[in-house]
């Protein structure tokens, strides 16, 4: 299983990202995804799930209505635009697959992640 992340960066509050995950070592269409994060000093924390089709999708209370995940399975690609980001988005963000739990969450398998700094 290999999960590579891309696409973080610095922006201001107020912008906008859109990470990527390649994914790659497994049948991507056939696994719930999800994206967790992980804040400086903190714990890993539960984002966002989708599942095989990409019809169904979770969202953590604190980005719902900002982030959006979705997936392209012909590409063995995921994905999360977030909107409108605070300087509490500010972490690492991994592709994950296997979690559960919330805070913290536990993955069975994840990337190396991507850095979002949100900052003025």
């Known amino acids: 299983v290999q999960l590579v992340e891309s696409g973080g960066g610095l922006v201001q509050p107020g912008g906008s990202l859109r990470l990527a995950c390649a994914a790659s070592g497994f049948t991507f269409g056939r696994v719930d995804m999800h994206w967790v994060r992980q804040a400086p000093g903190k714990g890993p924390e539960w984002v966002s799930r989708i599942n095989t089709g990409g019809s169904i999708t979770y969202y953590a209370g604190s980005v719902k209505g900002r982030f959006t995940i979705s997936r392209d399975n012909a590409k063995n690609r995921l994905y999360l635009q977030m909107n409108s980001l605070q300087p509490e988005d500010t972490a690492v963000y991994y592709c994950?697959?296997?979690?559960?739990?919330?805070?913290?969450?536990?993955?069975?398998?994840r990337g190396q992640g991507t850095q979002v700094t949100v900052s003025s």
């Open positions: 994950a697959r296997d979690c559960s739990g919330s805070s913290p969450v536990r993955c069975t398998y």
